[in-house]
C-alpha cells in the first residue's frame, strides 16, 4: 500500500502531465516529480511535441539534489530512445536517484520494463502501481496505439 507521501507527490505528477495530453506528438504525457527530504527539487512535464521527456527536464532542474531523491513517474522511465539520447532510465540512474515511483507500466518496445530493469540493476529501489487507477486515463490514446499493431 502507498504512503501519504507517494499519494501526493504521485497526484501533482499526474497534475503535470494531465495538460500535455495529447500536446507530446506520438510521446505519451509523463509527469515526473523529484522529491528530497519531504521537499520537491525538480518537476517537470514531458513539453510540447514529446520532447525533452519529464524525467530529463526534472533531473536538470534538480542538478545535484536528485542524488539520493525519489522520483515519482507517471509512466515507466523510458529504456531507450528514438533520438539516440541517453534513456530516462539511464539519467535516472546517472543521477543516482534513491528511489523510482512509477504509476503505469509502458507497453513501447522503448520502454516494457526495461527501464525498470536497467534502475533495479542500478541499485534504485522501484515502487510500481502507485496511483495506477488515476494515471491510466493520461494513457488510454497512447495505450490504443499497441493494441492495434
Known amino acids: ?14 497534475g503535470l502531465a494531465l495538460p500535455r495530453v495529447g500536446r507530446t506528438g506520438s510521446n505519451p504525457a509523463v509527469g515526473c516529480v523529484i522529491v528530497k527530504d519531504g521537499e520537491v527539487v525538480g518537476e517537470a512535464a514531458t513539453a510540447e511535441g514529446g520532447r525533452p521527456h519529464a524525467e530529463e527536464q526534472a533531473l536538470a532542474a534538480a542538478g545535484q539534489a536528485a542524488r539520493g531523491a525519489t522520483a515519482y513517474v507517471t509512466l515507466e522511465p523510458c529504456g531507450e530512445r528514438s533520438s539516440g539520447a541517453p534513456s530516462c ?6 543521477a ?8 503505469c507500466a509502458d507497453p513501447s518496445a522503448k520502454a516494457s520494463r526495461r527501464g525498470l530493469g536497467r534502475l533495479d540493476a542500478a ?8 496511483l495506477e487507477s488515476e494515471a491510466e486515463p493520461l494513457y488510454q490514446a497512447y495505450w490504443r496505439t499497441f493494441e492495434e499493431k
Open 123 to 130: 541499485g534504485i529501489l522501484v515502487e510500481e502501481g502507485v
Open 89 to 94: 532510465s539511464d539519467l535516472l540512474a546517472a
Open 96 to 103: 543516482e536517484v534513491g528511489r523510482t515511483v512509477v504509476a
Open 1 to 14: 500500500m502507498a504512503e501519504p507521501d507517494d499519494i501526493r507527490w504521485m497526484r501533482r505528477a499526474i
